[in-house]
């Protein structure tokens, strides 16, 4: 072997040039942040929309996360996903992103934790109480988290619910849906801050619409995302073409010709339309007093206008046997009444039965007293069905006796044998108006006297969302809690996904359909056989603790025969 005095010296420059070269790999990796996706599923590579909203910030995004602690393994998996998209966020907003872990109110005394807390919640991100196992014989103990964040841009600042979805198919996956929502809530967020002027939203009156407690909900969304107005659309002379979209929340009072015709002028301008219709005289008001009433059409005289872009609300009432409970005095004991929460047919649990991004991975939606929808063949729009019934429903023809004593017969699985029924559809194309052909030419011109833009018979590429219940977005309340979140039942308390929805829908005709596109990401779960996990237990325990080791002794050995080769003389 080579032993000379110059031999160690040899090696110094090399053993100089590995330490610096090493040390200028960590300063670059320091820097830049360099990953390639391998995915199927693109589960780390942000949309272009998402890429060119945080290029163009103008302002640094401070987002604060709650999600650090002790935490089960799910929701430690949710913290390192969200984690994970918020470094990528930070990489393409160059700079103008950063991010903090906390744990909510940890070093606050009970009193400021209660306000924290609270506070959190009136911003949207509901707290979850987990029990967590302590050591053995000693229990568990139950703590409360907040797997949210909170973000904030040049002083304004929104919430965003990690873990809104909760039910469904199980925990596992609603966990696993989050993980996919991820991009979209906080792109969606920092889009919001980031709006100089809001979309404005018009809520339609003039024909018996609500204003009271019910509608407190959905005109509070509709505040906090948007600018909003109010339309007399039985006063005004047409529909402002400055308003981004229009909802129609169930009317009570049939429309006129001339109240359609300005519906159809503002569509054919590119106005985009919301529809919440009860086509159906039927609620559970008209239940109070009385054992059963009688549903009927009540005429708003919308069929024509509605058909002409596409589709057709039925005068029927729809019952599923995948439907809500509500209470019910089963009998009495001892003289006070027995009360128990009874399945209710007409009010059917809605399923999202597409792919689209306003109802992709979205939990069912309640609704009551729902009619169904039909699809025009003729009509050259595109239509995707939103929201369906189950299986298990049926369709009843009105007039229609709606009774107490159905509740009290157990329904015959039977007569529930329907494919599921469309009840919110969205219409995407070029709509021709219902005034097509029938006007002269001097009727045309005094028509363009009196709205602000030429009398159109068919729009450009436009869409409007129609949905057969206004209970889609109204709320429950109670005296003693005032207005309840659209979708929660007001005995159990169980929240749908009803808010979920409304935002969706609004979001895709008035905001950036783009970043809600984001919505559309699909995470497989890949879960272990339990079965090959037992019956092959001891193989992969030698594969993994066994093969490692004689990899390495493998390596070993034949470095040291190399190594010996080379400098045996």
């Not at 606050?108 to 509901?126: E, K």
Request: hydrophobic letters at 40%.
């Amino acid at each position: 072997m080579n032993k000379g005095p110059g031999g160690k010296k040899r090696w110094i420059p090399g053993f100089i040039g590995m330490v610096a070269a090493l040390g200028f790999l960590n300063v670059l990796a320091y820097r830049l942040h360099v990953r390639l996706d391998l995915t199927a599923e693109k589960r780390f590579t942000l949309s272009p929309a998402t890429r060119s909203l945080l290029k163009h910030l103008d302002g640094v995004v401070h987002v604060k996360v709650f999600l650090k602690g002790k935490f089960p393994a799910g929701f430690r998996q949710l913290s390192e996903s969200t984690r994970q998209i918020l470094q990528e966020f930070r990489q393409s907003a160059n700079g103008h992103l950063d991010y903090t872990f906390v744990t909510p109110g940890k070093h606050l005394n009970d009193t400021a934790r209660a306000a924290l807390y609270d506070s959190l919640a009136a911003r949207g991100i509901q707290p979850y109480n987990l029990q967590v196992q302590l050591n053995a014989g000693e229990g568990y103990s139950e703590n409360l988290i907040f797997p949210g964040a909170l973000v904030d841009y040049k002083g304004k600042e929104t919430g965003v619910d990690l873990l809104e979805s909760q039910g469904g198919p199980g925990a596992m996956q609603a966990l696993n849906n989050a993980d996919a929502q991820l991009e979209f809530k906080f792109a969606n967020a920092i889009y919001q801050l980031q709006q100089k002027q809001k979309p404005l939203v018009g809520y339609m009156l003039g024909n018996g619409e609500p204003l009271g407690p019910e509608v407190y909900d959905a005109l509070n969304i509709l505040q906090q995302n948007y600018q909003l107005d109010t339309i007399d659309l039985s006063g005004d002379p047409y529909i402002p073409p400055q308003f981004s979209a229009v909802l129609f929340l169930g009317p009570q009072d049939p429309f006129s010709d001339s109240e359609k015709l300005k519906i159809d002028q503002y569509v054919m301008h590119g106005g985009k339309v919301l529809w919440f219709l009860n086509m159906v005289n039927a609620s559970m008001d008209s239940l109070r007093n009385k054992n059963s009433f009688v549903a009927f059409d009540k005429g708003l005289n919308l069929q024509d206008l509605l058909f002409t872009y596409g589709v057709r609300i039925n005068a029927d009432l729809l019952q599923d046997l995948q439907s809500d409970a509500i209470p019910l005095t089963v009998g009495s004991a001892g003289g006070k009444p027995q009360i128990q929460l009874v399945p209710w047919p007409y009010f059917p649990i809605l399923t999202p039965v597409s792919d689209h991004p306003i109802v992709k991975n979205m939990d069912p939606v309640l609704c009551h007293f729902v009619s169904s929808i039909d699809t025009i063949e003729g009509a050259r729009v595109r239509k995707t069905i939103l929201l369906a019934t189950s299986t298990y429903s049926r369709s009843l023809g009105t007039p229609s006796i709606v009774s107490w004593e159905s509740v009290k017969l157990a329904p015959r699985p039977v007569d529930f044998h329907h494919q599921p029924i469309p009840v919110a559809v969205l219409l995407e194309g070029k709509f021709r108006s219902l005034y097509r052909n029938r006007f002269d030419a001097a009727t045309i011109a005094r028509l363009n006297t009196v709205f602000p833009a030429p009398f159109l018979m068919k729009s450009g590429e436009n869409r409007m969302i129609v949905a057969s219940s206004a209970s889609l977005i109204t709320n429950a309340f109670t005296q003693k809690e005032g207005p309840l979140p659209m979708g929660m039942n007001r005995y159990t308390h169980y929240q749908f996904a009803n808010r979920e929805f409304f935002l969706n829908c609004m979001e895709y005709l008035a905001g950036n359909k783009a970043i809600l596109s984001t919505r559309t990401k699909d995470f497989r779960l890949r879960l272990l056989d339990k079965t090959r996990v037992t019956a092959e237990k001891l193989r992969w325990q030698v594969i993994n603790l066994v093969f490692p080791v004689l990899l390495v002794l493998l390596f070993a050995m034949v470095y040291r025969y190399a190594r010996d080769r080379r400098y045996s003389f």
